[in-house]
């Protein structure tokens, strides 16, 4: 249990900005374990995107309360895998070759692909979750944050690092089995919470998941730590579309 709470304390200190306690002994092979609890990371970020709209909407319009709650969370985890979503779509949309591809997304500036993939992207989260039933809406989002980061973990899982060095490099070693089982538990079990019809909503999930993972399988022949921030993404918002179309 204390290998345990240790590898937890490793994924929340990489994947968000909260203060946490140094971890002793620290090795950055540890890091390729602890991304079993990205998916619970979710459980944490989906569970203040929730508490921040419930605390807020009578007090406030419901608009108001949702795009503080994406502000919060965004800052929660410091911008992480938006960064990743607007770095993929700078180098991904401006590359031709692998090479220029990962040189693009190095560069820490926002190109017009990347700004265009933000701006679509919040819209798009935000006109989503608007439109989602109020009383849906917390469990959709605890649901949604965990589903999207497993699938940045089933990425890790399925295909290689490309970088020769970069922040995700530690994680990159393919997972165990029981890393990955957990990750898949953990990702998966906020979807109990609602209702069964709304299971549909993975659907546009898988074939987002599908798309993006042959797109990066055959540009760059595998991923890197932006990749997984765009994977992230990508999936939550097809799975609040998901629950848009099914509820």
């Not at 306690?21 to 540890?30: C, H, R, V």
């Not at 410091?78 to 040189?103: C, I, N, P, R, Y």
């Not at 079990?189 to 998941?209: D, E, G, S, T, Y």
């Amino acid at each position: 249990m204390r290998q345990q709470w240790r590898l937890l304390l490793l994924a929340l200190g990489f994947f968000t900005r909260l203060p946490l306690p140094a971890i002793p002994d620290f090795q950055e092979s540890d890091l390729k374990e602890a991304a079993r609890y990205l998916p619970l990371v979710g459980w944490l970020v989906g569970f203040v995107a929730a508490l921040v709209i419930g605390l807020l909407s009578d007090s406030v319009p419901l608009e108001v309360a949702i795009i503080l709650s994406m502000a919060v969370t965004a800052y929660m985890t410091g911008g992480f895998h938006e960064d990743g979503l607007a770095d993929s779509a700078d180098g991904l949309g401006g590359g031709w070759k692998k090479e220029q591809v990962l040189t693009i997304m190095k560069d820490s500036r926002l190109g017009s692909y990347g700004a265009l993939a933000l701006i679509l992207a919040l819209l798009l989260k935000f006109e989503s979750l608007l439109h989602i039933p109020l009383p849906l809406l917390p469990l959709v989002l605890f649901a949604g944050h965990a589903t999207s980061r497993l699938a940045a973990v089933l990425v890790m899982a399925t295909q290689e690092y490309v970088r020769d060095e970069g922040k995700a490099k530690p994680m990159a070693s393919k997972l165990s089995k029981t890393s990955l089982l957990l990750a898949t538990v953990f990702g998966l079990l906020p979807m109990l919470f609602l209702p069964l019809q709304m299971w549909a909503a993975m659907l546009p999930v898988v074939i987002v998941w599908l798309w993006f993972s042959r797109i990066l399988k055959k540009r760059l022949g595998g991923y890197t730590g932006d990749c997984l921030g765009a994977m992230q993404q990508l999936t939550e918002i097809a799975f609040y579309l998901g629950v848009l179309i099914w509820s």
